[in-house]
Structures are given as C-alpha cells and as structure tokens.
C-alpha cells in the first residue's frame, strides 16, 4: 500500500496540474479570441480611415475635374471672343466711320500694323488722288502722301 499510495498522490498531483493546463489554454483561447477581436476591429478600423481618405480624394479630383472644365470653358470662350474682337476689328477697318482714322495709316504707313487701335481704312480718296486735296470733312478713306522724287522726276 505504502506503494499505492505514492503513486495516488502522483495521480492527484497529475491532475491538479491537468486541471491547471486546462485552465492555462482556457486562459490563452480567451485571450487569443481577444487579441483576434482587437485585430479585427483594428483592420476594420484601418479600412474605413482608407475608405474615408479614398473618398476624400474622390471629392477632391471630382472638383478639381470641375474646375478644369470650367477653366476650358472659358478659355474657349476667351479664344471666341479674341477671333469676334479680331474679326471686328478687320469689319472696322473697312467701314471707316466707327472711330478715328489712324494718322500714319492715312499718310503711308502705321508701325503697329494689324494691332493698332485706330482705324487702318483700305480705300484711297480718289478725289485726293486726282486734286492732292479731299473737300470732305469726315472722309472715310486714306490720303497717302505723294513721293516727293515722284514729283521732281517727272
């Protein structure tokens, strides 16, 4: 018996540390089951800041795509109102009445060509072309000054 017993303490001393292992992995599935959790929520917690912060960027290139296409718009617009503003310039040009004559223009030749901003009339004063004077007060075309070795040559 002396034997037995022995081997009986050893047999409880086996179970009670069974009893201990099984709490221990109690213990460790807990806080493994914890740690999942923390893990998941910290996932979840990431994706939706990425999912935030993508649509963040979704609102910022939406609106950036407006302002660009606004931005195109009026340099369109910009670009139709310079060909309009040129295209008027040149109907300007020919009609003569609408502003005043430009001086060089009138008596040969304007420097500023095209971008000048009196008017450049096409037309020669054939009254001036034959007396080498205009009687009208508000002529619309140009008198150009004679060559003065025109005059002496011939």
């Not at 221990?24 to 914890?34: D, F, Q, R, T, V």
């Not at 649509?55 to 407006?66: P, V």
């Not at 309009?84 to 003569?96: C, F, M, P, R």
């Amino acid at each position: 018996m002396a034997d037995n017993t022995p081997m009986e303490v050893k047999i409880k001393d086996l179970e009670k540390t069974m009893v201990t292992i099984v709490r221990a992995l109690k213990e460790i599935k807990a806080s493994m089951k914890a740690l999942e959790e923390k893990a998941s929520i910290s996932q979840s917690d990431d994706i939706q800041e990425m999912v935030k912060s993508q649509k963040i960027l979704e609102e910022i290139i939406f609106t950036n795509a407006n302002a660009i296409k606004r931005i195109d718009e009026e340099i369109k617009d910009f670009e139709k109102n310079k060909a309009n503003d040129e295209s008027s310039k040149d109907e300007t040009h020919d009609v003569g009445n609408e502003g005043k004559k430009c001086r060089y223009f009138n008596r040969g030749y304007c420097k500023y060509c095209d971008k000048c901003r009196f008017i450049h009339p096409k037309n020669i004063c054939t009254e001036y072309l034959n007396t080498n004077k205009c009687e009208k007060k508000e002529c619309a075309d140009r008198h150009p000054k004679k060559c003065k070795w025109e005059e002496t040559a011939g």
